[in-house]
């Protein structure tokens, strides 16, 4: 019997089971850093991904432009992606 027939798929299931924790890591590192966020930005957050309100629906809620919602969102996300490879 050769070495290459004896993998039983083992090893798949490791990385597989690797590759789990390692996004649940980040996933609660990304819960982290939007838990101090200050609050506005934590509102849009919740609106947008939560609520599934769109750029313009959170702007009337928050008495804002749809761009200025755009804009920052897109903070956001920079500031979290910096933040996270920071500590990567």
């Known amino acids: ?4 027939d004896a ?3 083992s090893l ?5 089971a690797f590759a789990q924790v390692a996004a649940m890591q980040e996933h609660a590192r990304v819960r982290e850093l939007v838990a101090k966020l200050p609050e506005r930005e934590r509102t849009i957050l919740s609106l947008y991904y939560e609520q599934e ?8 809620v928050l008495g804002v432009t749809e761009s200025r919602i755009c804009q ?6 920079r ?3 910096e933040e996270l490879q920071e500590t990567a």
Not at 12 to 16: F, I, M, P, T, V
């Open 79 to 81: 500031g979290l992606r």
């Open 53 to 60: 309100l769109t750029y313009r629906e959170i702007g009337e």
């Open 1 to 4: 019997m050769n070495i290459e």
């Open 12 to 16: 798949g299931d490791e990385e597989s």
């Open 72 to 77: 920052i969102l897109r903070g956001i996300h």
């Open 7 to 9: 993998d039983d798929g």
